[in-house]
């Protein structure tokens, strides 16, 4: 059954509380997750390694990118509908995106296992970082179908009101990668080999307890075959919000192929202290999605019920929390990001170079969470246009013109300030999109109301 208390009679501050700490907690674990492979490699003391290890990051956004739009999607639609009371919708719902993400998984593994050449050379890899590039993506490709089901049902399972158990996934996945790789990158000596293999073997895990969960714990969702189905908007809707949700994940590795790729410029040794400073930074923007992660069936449902009046006080209960959050978390990585960078990997020039990206990084990291706030408001509402809009314009339309401008005129300086301005701008036009969106969907609810 749906939880209704949490959907409808908690108060709306403990409900965000309910719900966004386990995401919160869960995206903390994506962010160890992330940061698990740089670390260890980076403690064999070889800047190269670290080097291929950030460059191909971009292939593993790609595959979360893939899982996301099926994820987002899939929540935004799944929740409207359990607010509306549509169970058995729901179930068909979920069912699509489990097999949509397993057959997605099996292309793109086999397109990136087929095409490595062609896509080391993409990612910006030279001829010092090339070989230990292939070896970790040898192993990374065969996880995509295992990246994109742990993505995409780390959302789905939220949409039922269960963020616990989305985050037990998360954990499960993060905690076996992390007890794996000191042992296959240092003890067994396979250095960025045996990272990319634990990372294999985390993902499959996690994979696996999301399909036990919902074959024996959840009453809501369905891995059914009979379930299974395309039409009655399903695809459509699952897609209409999914595509915008991914698109920012997919011009966020191609950016940052293109960063790489003008960081390459200046060396190997900026590569990988950029790689360090964007773990850090992460910090920050992982914790603040978390918020906007954790908000979203709670708005999508009270959007379904038609509660305007609980829809607005998440949203704005929700935006206290991510300015203070971003006060905090912002200071803290500030202060601490010297002690940081250096439990990356002893090198006195990444070193020196990774403190002043990460200082960089953080400029608009005291508001980036109200980005989130705003984008997975739009996402509840099932407003893909402005979803769209705003995806394509934070790591495209803004970002990408920036990095060239500012890299004529400013050089390695301005590479690194691009993200935070482009940052700045999107926030703006989140906080524009969505006042347009909410006022205009809710005026039609009004008008049907007023009409029955």
Not at 35 to 44: C, L, P, S
Not at 183 to 212: D, E, F, H, K, Q
Not at 287 to 293: A, D, H, M, S, T
Request: with cysteine.
């Amino acid at each position: 059954m749906v939880d209704k208390e949490i959907f409808e009679h908690m108060p709306v501050p403990k409900a965000i509380l309910k719900s966004v700490v386990p995401a919160i907690i869960g995206m903390v674990v994506v962010l160890v997750y992330n940061i698990a492979d740089t670390y260890f490699v980076g403690q064999i003391g070889d800047p190269l390694q670290v080097a291929a290890v950030s460059l191909t990051v971009p292939v593993f956004l790609l595959f979360m990118a893939t899982g996301n739009l099926l994820g987002i999607g899939g929540t935004s639609v799944i929740s409207r509908a359990l607010g509306a009371g549509r169970i058995e919708y729901a179930k068909k719902v979920s069912s699509f995106v489990f097999y949509a993400s397993l057959i997605l998984g099996v292309f793109m593994m086999m397109l990136f296992l087929g095409g490595m050449g062609f896509i080391l050379k993409l990612i910006g890899a030279s001829a010092d970082t090339a070989g230990f590039a292939k070896s970790y993506l040898m192993y990374v490709a065969p996880s995509a179908p295992f990246v994109i089901i742990s993505t995409a049902f780390s959302n789905i399972v939220r949409a039922e009101g269960k963020s616990k158990e989305a985050m037990v996934g998360m954990m499960i996945g993060t905690i076996v990668n992390i007890i794996l790789d000191p042992i296959m990158i240092l003890s067994m000596n396979l250095g960025v080999a045996g990272a990319a293999l634990a990372t294999l073997i985390g993902n499959v895990a996690g994979a696996a307890y999301y399909i036990y969960y919902v074959l024996k714990k959840s009453s809501l969702l369905s891995l059914s075959p009979k379930d299974f189905d395309f039409r009655d908007n399903i695809m459509l809707g699952v897609f209409a919000i999914g595509i915008p949700a991914a698109l920012n994940n997919v011009l966020m590795s191609l950016s940052n192929i293109l960063l790489n790729n003008f960081l390459a410029t200046y060396g190997d040794i900026q590569v990988a202290a950029m790689g360090v400073a964007m773990k850090v930074a992460m910090i920050v923007a992982l914790l603040q999605i978390g918020l906007g992660i954790g908000i979203q069936p709670l708005l999508g449902y009270s959007y379904g019920a038609q509660n305007h009046k609980r829809f607005n006080s998440i949203i704005k209960v929700a935006l206290l929390y991510s300015i203070v959050m971003g006060v905090v978390i912002t200071s803290l990585c500030w202060v601490g990001a010297p002690t940081i960078v250096r439990a990356f990997i002893d090198s006195k020039e990444v070193f020196t170079y990774g403190v002043q990206f990460v200082k960089a990084l953080l400029v608009s990291g005291v508001v980036i969470g109200t980005l989130f706030v705003f984008m997975n408001t739009l996402q509840a509402l099932g407003a893909a246009k402005e979803s769209l809009i705003l995806s394509i314009s934070r790591q495209g339309l803004v970002f990408v013109p920036l990095l060239f401008i500012l890299n004529r005129t400013m050089g390695l300086t301005g590479i690194v300030y691009a993200q935070p301005f482009a940052d700045i701008f999107s926030i703006a036009l989140s906080a524009l999109l969505f006042f347009y969106k909410s006022r205009k969907l809710w005026a039609s609810h009004e008008s049907v109301l007023e009409v029955h």
